[in-house]
């Protein structure tokens, strides 16, 4: 492509799959060089999809001028426009994708859809260096456990109804908690459960190596209106129910394909109970342990900008007439030819 | 060899081969994990330890093969049963041929049926939990994930977990193992029943992020 002989190589990355309208550039060499994550709040209830949608459409240009602020880079000096395709929430998915879209046609350079679920995977294994890890990938939107195998990520274990952060979002909600830029639901809800003390009982739902979360939260919202324990208790016997629930099946997982390290990511990962306990599995199993930095751990622009790096070198580049949004695009669905 | 030996830590137990009373058996422990909370783990192995051996029996007298159990230590969290001499399914489906793959899975799924047919859930439906001895019997084994109900979600969770063992260990004959599987399955339950959890597999993926709805999506 023409602009690969322009001096750097440059991938703008757009990240629109839910709450967070972000972009991020990466170097073809897989530096950082900006990754600007801009929140919809919400005054209370959980994302409304229109709303979201909205949100980004407002903030879009704001936060992209900040990254090339931050990149010292102009727009014409970009090689490739990569954007989250899915899978998400289709107003969201669509409002990033109509900015890349428009970006890419602007510059004339190639588009490349990236599988959100690939690029929190990508990510974490290029910060911390992890080469073929088993993953447990724990978000507001998904909750999977994979790993490589034969050209692709195969999801060996998953949630079977909602996720795991989620369900800390609604238990949140429910108890009235309010969250703020930089102190995410679940950051208040694990604020909460280092002060709790007494493990209430909550059902404990493990198929297999796949988990249920909407007993568990059923449950705990319950307990929560008899108010017969502290907020700080409940969020405690919470937290260690799901994170026990999540250790157990990646512990399955690592003893199944017998990988000998273990990744945590998403933005659930940001949680330091949850990586103690991952922690405590990888050091039993005698493998690695490898968390993706917090900065990195949220939905970010960065992730998408450098999936779409590794994908543009296998040429897998996006037509416009290809680009629509997948709303629920299985990880395994997608090819990963740059693992060999 | 000198035994007790251990064969494989497991995720949640670890598999020792010992002699017992001149007789080769498996020790399963079921040690403290440190990562959760004591009172919630000691919980959780305990249940397992006395409820696993329980679904073993019951699934012997459903027709289905399981280890002979010897002794349960309930304080120890440790089961001490029949050691299996034989390979895994997960080590044999990939490298045997498709008529031997159709047919060790319709034999599976007839166990499952078997299973099914007298309200046990097996729970952990994976290709390493089904061991062939030496005759060609299948044995299933692991049952502590299991659970007794005759409800038609959890038949319909036990089988879709089953497709998603084939989907992510043996991605490239998934779909042929896994009909052949319901085939199995069907000559042990009736039509209509076995029709209901079909409907129920697909229900249950709906749920989750199984289907896509809308292939293409495009309405900006």
Redesign the interface.
């Known amino acids: 492509m023409k602009r690969e002989n322009a001096g750097g190589f440059y991938c703008l990355g757009i990240e629109s799959t839910a709450d967070d309208f972000s972009v991020g550039v990466a170097t073809f060499g897989g530096k950082i060089l900006a990754n600007v994550i801009n929140a919809y709040m919400p005054e209370e209830g959980g994302i409304h999809p229109r709303e979201a949608a909205r949100h980004h459409a407002e903030v879009a240009g704001k936060v992209l001028e900040e990254a090339f602020t931050k990149t010292g880079i102009k727009p014409e000096s970009l090689s490739i426009i990569a954007f989250s395709q899915g899978?998400g929430l289709?107003p969201c998915l669509?409002t990033g994708?109509?900015v890349a879209r428009a970006l890419s046609s602007y510059l004339n350079v190639p588009l490349v859809g990236v599988n959100h679920c690939v690029a929190h995977i990508e990510i974490g294994k290029m910060k911390t260096r992890a080469g073929d890890p088993i993953t447990l990938y724990v978000s507001g939107g998904?909750t999977i456990v994979s790993a490589f195998?034969?050209g692709?990520y195969?999801?060996?274990?998953?949630?079977?109804?909602i996720a795991l952060g989620n369900c800390l979002d609604v238990f949140a909600r429910e108890a009235g908690l309010r969250q703020k830029v930089g102190m995410p639901f679940g950051a208040v809800v694990e604020k909460l459960a280092a002060k709790g003390k007494k493990?209430v009982?909550l059902p404990?739902t493990?198929?297999?190596?796949?988990t249920s979360f909407s007993g568990l939260l059923t449950a705990t919202v319950n307990l929560l209106k008899k108010r017969e324990h502290t907020l700080e208790d409940l969020s405690y016997s919470l937290q260690?129910?799901a994170f026990?629930m999540v250790?157990?099946v990646t512990?399955?997982?690592?003893?199944?394909t017998e990988k000998k390290e273990v990744l945590l990511t998403g933005g659930v990962a940001a949680n330091k109970r949850l990586q103690?306990?991952?922690r405590?599995?990888a050091e039993?199993?005698n493998v690695r342990f490898c968390v993706v930095p917090s900065e990195f751990a949220i939905d970010n622009g960065a992730m998408i900008a450098w999936t779409g790096v590794l994908a543009y070198k296998y040429a897998m580049v996006t037509p416009i007439d290809k680009s629509?949004?997948?709303?629920?695009?299985?990880l395994?669905e997608v090819e990963i030819p740059w693992i060999k | 060899m000198k035994l007790p030996f251990l064969i494989k830590k497991g995720a949640e137990a670890s598999l020792y081969l010992a002699e017992w009373h001149g007789k080769k058996v498996i020790m399963k422990k079921r040690l403290p994990k440190k990562y959760r909370p004591s009172e919630l783990d000691k919980q959780i192995r305990v249940y397992r330890t006395i409820h696993e051996p329980q679904l073993m029996h019951e699934a012997k007298k459903a027709g289905v093969p399981t280890p002979t159990i010897f002794l349960v230590d309930v304080k120890k969290t440790t089961i001490i049963m029949g050691f299996i001499g034989g390979t895994q399914i997960k080590q044999l489906l990939g490298k045997t041929v498709k008529s031997k793959r159709q047919s060790l899975c319709l034999k599976i799924g007839e166990l499952i049926g078997k299973l099914h047919a007298h309200g046990i859930i097996h729970g952990d439906l994976t290709t390493s939990n089904m061991i062939v001895d030496n005759e060609g019997k299948i044995f299933l084994v692991d049952f502590g994930l299991g659970e007794k109900t005759k409800e038609l979600e959890p038949r319909g969770v036990d089988l879709h977990l089953m497709k998603r063992a084939l989907q992510s260990t043996h991605f490239r004959f998934a779909e042929e193992c896994f009909n052949a599987v319901i085939e199995g399955y069907s000559k042990v339950l009736d039509v209509k029943t076995v029709k209901s959890i079909l409907d129920k597999i697909k229900e249950i993926e709906r749920r989750g992020r199984y289907i896509a709805e809308r292939k293409d999506d495009w309405d900006d």
């Open positions: 899978p289709g669509r994708a109509t998904n195998d034969s692709r195969r999801v060996f274990g998953e949630t079977l109804d493990l009982p404990y493990v198929k297999g190596m796949n260690e129910t026990s250790t157990e512990e399955r997982a690592l003893a199944h103690s306990m991952i405590a599995i039993e199993h629509f949004v997948k709303l629920k695009w299985r395994e």
